[in-house]
Nanobody, 129 residues
Framework: VQLQASGGGLVQPGASLRLSCAVS?????????VAWFRQAPGKEHEFVAA?????????RYLDSVEGRFAVSRDNSNNAVHLQMNMLTPEDTAVYYC?????????????????????WGRGTLVTVSS
């Protein structure tokens, strides 16, 4: 399974960005649970959001991004997007997407980095004026 995150960049506070995670593997991306984590400079990885396998609505968010970020599937392109609105400097980080086939990651704990089997390279998001 290969994951490719893209869409990062430098934006001003209050702006929006959409990150994409292209999923290529043994089956269609809909069968994978997909998560987004981020790592700010000097900090540990932090769970951001996750969408369950075979679902468009079973989604979980970090409290601080709830209402500002939204995860969606793009099944025709085997991708999962992270729409980020009202960005703040505290959102500055390298963003990673992770995936796991089926419900395993959800069962093990979707907010835990160790629950996810497959990882892509990160994409840098910088929010600064």
């Amino acid at each position: 399974v290969q994951l490719q995150a893209s869409g990062g960049g430098l934006v001003q506070p209050g702006a929006s960005l959409r990150l994409s995670c292209a999923v290529s593997g043994r089956t269609y991306s809909i069968y994978y649970a997909v998560a987004w984590f981020r790592q700010a400079p000097g900090k540990e990885h932090e769970f951001v959001a996750a969408i369950a396998s075979r679902s468009d609505t079973n989604i979980r968010y970090l409290d601080s991004v709830e209402g500002r970020f939204a995860v969606s599937r793009d099944n025709s392109n085997n991708a999962v997007h992270l729409q980020m609105n009202m960005l703040t400097p505290e959102d500055t980080a390298v963003y990673y997407c992770a995936a796991d086939l089926g419900s395993g990651a959800w069962t093990r704990g979707y907010a835990s980095r160790g629950s996810w089997r497959y990882w892509g390279r990160g994409t840098l998001v910088t929010v600064s004026s």
